[in-house]
């Protein structure tokens, strides 16, 4: 059999990585790209789930202004990354410090905090509803030792916390993942020399751990804003379609797959408000990237 000349191969070079990349362009062109630009283009049309729609400029970004709704579930996927994204740069470095020694029945401990992340959000999400409710396992024991049923699901305020309660709980593990990388290639002449210097625990982890896994904290802090600001399935879960008493709970994402779905849904509305959640999520990922670079320089 005879091999290929050189002039030949160079013809096919151009040709085949583009055919071994093809199938994920196309992936990506008709899950990612197309999904997005008709999202943007719809944003600016009155376009309903049966109907075209015709193009309206600005009006839907303008209703927006006006839309109490869209002002409190802006309010609370803001507070929700108040919330969760400091616990979730904080806790799983802990974490991962706990679990990082080699010690007898440690993997079994670092399976259980890894657990939640593998199970499934709706089963996590329906196995919190039970034990906040009123007649579930929590209220049952705040009722035993005095302190009286709390309305862990039907407070504003309560039920939001405990949607961030559950988010924390199940990303718990991943993140500790993430963590116990980073703190593998930490030397550990670092924390030998600072040891013989005095430094105490606490001042170990300050000195030498914080420095050292500064870039994956501010991987974390990205990852986990942007996954908060679009917060979805626990609050939904826990508040149900309605969004909590009187929709007070209601968060973007929420308010998009309201707005939007039906045989009456209004599509160009709810495009809307996906260009300000994609807006808002950018520049958190841009406020999180210029910090970090700001305590390098």
Do not use: C
């Not at 616990?87 to 706990?98: E, G, K, S």
């Not at 879960?237 to 209601?250: H, I, N, V, Y």
């Amino acid at each position: 059999m005879a091999l290929p000349t050189a002039s030949r191969v160079r013809r096919q070079l151009p040709t085949s990585p583009w055919l071994f990349a093809a199938p994920g362009l196309l992936i990506i062109g008709a899950f990612i790209l197309y999904p997005f630009v008709s999202t943007v283009v719809n944003a600016f049309t009155d376009r309903r789930t049966l109907i075209p729609g015709e193009f309206v400029g600005l009006d839907n970004f303008r209703e927006l202004l006006n839309d109490d709704m869209f002002w409190i579930g802006l309010r609370n996927s803001t507070l929700y990354v108040l919330g969760v994204v400091p616990a979730l740069v904080i806790l799983p470095l802990l974490l991962a410090l706990l679990v990082q020694k080699n010690i007898p029945g440690i993997t079994f401990f670092r399976s259980a905090f890894y657990t939640p992340v593998v199970a499934s959000i709706v089963v996590v999400g329906l196995i919190w509803v039970w034990l906040l409710d009123e007649r579930g396992l929590v209220n049952s024991l705040l009722e035993t030792i005095g302190v009286g049923r709390v309305g862990f699901l039907s407070d504003q305020w309560l039920l939001l916390l405990s949607a961030m309660a559950v988010t924390v709980w199940k990303g718990l593990g991943y993140y500790m993942i993430v963590y116990l990388a980073a703190l593998a290639n930490v030397p550990r002449e670092l924390h030998e020399a600072a040891a013989v210097d005095g430094a105490g625990a606490v001042r170990r982890f300050l000195t030498v751990t914080v420095p050292a896994v500064r870039s994956t904290m501010v991987l974390v802090g990205a990852l986990s804003s942007v996954a908060a600001f679009k917060v979805f399935s626990e609050v939904y879960l826990m508040a149900g379609p309605s969004g909590g008493p009187a929709g007070e709970d209601t968060t973007l994402v929420m308010l998009v797959q309201r707005t939007g779905t039906g045989l009456t849904g209004r599509v160009g509305y709810a495009s809307a408000i996906s260009v300000v959640v994609f807006v808002v999520t950018v520049a958190l990922m841009l406020l999180v990237l210029r910090a970090d670079r700001r305590d390098e320089s």
